[in-house]
């Protein structure tokens, strides 16, 4: 079972930035999908953005579209959301998620790090 740790979540205001980390484990990560997904409160999970196995291909929900961006480094089984501009909106816990390639996402969810965007 692959271990997700996620990291890098804070109090931020308006504009600002931040650029959130998840550490995987597992010898499968060089090819498995890797997601972002953010849950804000009273509110579903919703899926953020996702990047493929070589990290030349991603996709974004429309609402990040220009302002994050999803990157990953294999040799440190790492994947990174780098997040600009940032508004109340984007206020949630973001978690990461791994896939195969033509499989759902993991049912296992890591800890999640807390992102609040203040007005």
């Known amino acids: 079972q692959v271990q997700l740790v996620e990291s890098g979540g804070g109090l931020v205001q308006t504009g600002g930035s931040l650029r959130l980390s998840c550490a995987a484990s597992?010898?499968?990560?060089?090819?498995?999908?890797m997601g972002w997904f953010r849950q804000a409160p009273g509110k579903a999970r919703e899926f953020v953005a996702s990047?493929?196995?070589?990290?030349?291909?991603?996709t974004y929900v429309d609402s990040v579209k220009g302002r994050f961006t999803i990157s990953r480094d294999n040799a440190k089984n790492t994947v990174y959301l780098q997040m600009n501009s940032l508004n109340p909106e984007d206020t949630a816990v973001y978690y990461c998620?791994?896939?195969?390639?033509?499989?759902?996402?993991?049912?296992?969810w890591g800890q999640g790090t807390q992102v609040t965007v203040s007005s």
């Open positions: 597992g010898r499968t990560f060089r090819s498995s999908v």
């Open positions: 990047i493929n196995p070589s990290g030349g291909s991603s």
């Open positions: 998620n791994v896939k195969m390639i033509g499989y759902s996402w993991s049912a296992y």
